[in-house]
């Protein structure tokens, strides 16, 4: 399935610059100006998926076509199982969702545990925040973590 030594694919990226711009156009006549960027996207990344598999180089600018309007009718396909509601969506508030559970849940762990976790999960640190607060390396807060993380679930299980 690869492809015949004497039709060479061009570098993929050298495509997308070729006929980025009108496979844009041509999302945005198949999905609308909303979704026309997440279908191209979508649609290159499907190409780039496929094209090592290729078995010539003969219309390719066509079969770039053929893969987006693949991804715009999907698209089509994944809002109508989308349920539309005339409500607003709720604002989601700290009120609303601080009901105790999580310190319940983490109050079995050590200090330093529940304060790993809160970091990571309440205040949405990455490794190196973490490491800030508590003073230690960023391995030594991935660890820290982890650890938490896995003696959680065993407590759980």
């Known amino acids: 399935m690869a492809a015949r030594s004497n039709d060479v694919l061009p570098p993929f990226w050298t495509l997308v610059q070729t006929h980025g711009d009108e496979l844009l156009v041509h999302a945005r006549r198949m999905a609308g100006d909303g979704a026309a960027e997440d279908v ?5 990344l499907r190409a780039l998926r496929a094209y090592p598999k290729l078995r010539h180089a003969d219309h390719l600018r066509a ?13 089509h396909r ?7 509601t005339d409500e607003p ?11 105790g559970a999580f ?6 762990l050590n200090e330093t545990a529940r ?4 970091l990571r999960f309440v205040d949405d ?6 490491a800030t607060e508590l003073g230690c390396s960023t391995l030594a807060a991935r660890q820290r973590v982890s650890t938490a993380v896995r003696t959680l679930r065993e407590s759980i299980a």
């Open 40 to 44: 191209l996207q979508d649609a290159l």
């Open 63 to 75: 079969w770039l076509y053929r893969v987006t309007t693949s991804a715009a009718m999907d698209h």
């Open 78 to 84: 994944a809002r109508k199982r989308e349920v539309v």
């Open 89 to 99: 969506p709720v604002q989601a508030t700290l009120d609303a969702y601080d009901d």
């Open 103 to 108: 310190e319940s849940l983490i109050e079995p």
């Open 115 to 118: 304060t790993a976790l809160r």
């Open 125 to 130: 640190l990455d490794y190196e925040g973490i």
